[in-house]
């Protein structure tokens, strides 16, 4: 194995496999710290390390089960003249639930849903939210597994690059919690960012190729115009705060003068 470690060519597919991996875990990050939001402030670094954690073993068990996985792609029946295979079902009923769940989210989000507060509804609550973690990762998985497989045959590389990569997802995962829960444009951009995932799932599943660069493009525009947003508050909080004192000093000199 280390001799393996020790070829250049191995490394590029190490290092691609882990842009892969990386590019992924942004789309789950964002999904497990919007579920995580329901949880109390104390169980939600236990649960998003808990779900990247059994988020990873999935995907290693994807890998492998690299011959299931591969079938996958065969076509198991034909509607007309398109054929319809294990992922493209994968894809649509997958999507089909993140989008029902993310706009579900949005529209508690935005003042329509109750939040949890009973101590059995969380438990609950933490259990479902692992399922969901995990259902969500294998369905983000599935293209990354199968190129994966297209790139290398040798699984070790493959585990290293989904290891190293759920290092990095746990790295960045306060930081963007902490973004969700401290600025609400955060939250909402990112519900809106699952909401067009799972329509580009569904979109995959159905047979229409659509090019995931416009929907990253479309949210780091968003993203940008938010920053600009929290620029701006930030900017005219601090301009208040220099005028009230100023406004301060002259009611108490005109009150003085009035005595």
């Known amino acids: 194995m280390l001799t393996l ?27 497990i710290s919007v579920l995580c939001e329901r949880l109390p402030k104390e169980k939600r670094r236990f649960a ?9 073993m999935s995907r290693i068990g994807l890998l492998l089960s690299i011959a299931w996985v591969m079938s996958l792609t065969a076509p198991l029946f034909t509607i ?10 994968i894809m649509l009923f ?35 939210i692992l399922l969901q973690i995990v259902a969500v990762d294998a369905v983000f ?3 990354s597994v199968i190129t994966a497989v297209g790139l290398t045959q040798d699984v070790p590389v493959m585990v290293a690059a989904i290891v190293t990569a759920a290092i990095i997802m746990m790295i960045a995962a306060e930081p963007v919690n902490n973004l969700v829960s401290r600025y609400p444009g955060f939250k909402t951009l990112a ?27 479309a949210m780091a525009f ?13 900017k005219q909080r601090l301009n208040i705060k220099r005028i009230r004192p100023h406004f301060s000093l002259k009611v108490s000199r005109r009150i ?4």
């Open 94 to 128: 997958g999507g089909g639930f993140l989008l029902l769940k993310s706009a579900k989210e949005l529209w508690a989000w935005l003042g329509h849903g109750e939040p949890v507060s009973h101590s059995t509804q969380v438990r609950t609550g933490m259990a479902v």
């Open 222 to 234: 968003g993203l940008i115009l938010e920053l600009c947003h929290i620029r701006l508050r930030n």
């Open 141 to 143: 998985s599935m293209d």
């Open 256 to 259: 003085a003068d009035n005595r």
């Open 191 to 217: 519900l809106l960012f699952l909401v067009l995932l799972g329509l580009l799932l569904m979109a995959e599943g159905a047979g229409i190729h659509i090019n995931k660069g416009y929907v990253y493009v």
């Open 48 to 56: 998003r390390t808990l779900g990247i954690g059994l988020a990873v």
């Open 5 to 31: 470690f020790m070829e250049p060519q191995t490394w590029v597919v190490f290092f691609t496999l882990l842009t892969l991996e990386v590019v992924l875990g942004v789309d789950n990050l964002v999904f």
């Open 80 to 89: 007309g003249t398109e054929p319809v295979t294990g992922k493209d079902l």
